[in-house]
């Protein structure tokens, strides 16, 4: 069975060196990029409206724990 995990970045160039780790590293079968979304969400009392890039990660079940620290060792917050 496959899942699916959703991951914003700050930017292009982020989403794509964890997408090409996670790849690279057999964590997830296929990541697709969706560039310049719309972000708006509450953070430290205010809500903020960003742009950010969305990844979108394939993977399967007994891998997600090892994609999360994988993204979590890449991402910059």
């Known amino acids: 069975m ?3 995990i959703l991951v914003t970045t700050k930017d292009k160039d982020e989403a794509e060196k964890i997408a090409f780790n996670l790849v690279e590293n057999k964590l997830v079968a296929c990541a697709n990029i969706i560039d310049k979304i719309q972000s708006i969400f509450s953070w430290e009392g205010n809500v903020e409206n960003v742009n950010e890039t969305l990844i979108i990660l394939k993977t399967k079940k007994d891998l997600i724990d090892k994609v999360v ?9």
């Open 2 to 4: 496959e899942y699916v």
């Open 69 to 77: 620290d994988g993204v979590k060792s890449l991402h910059s917050y």
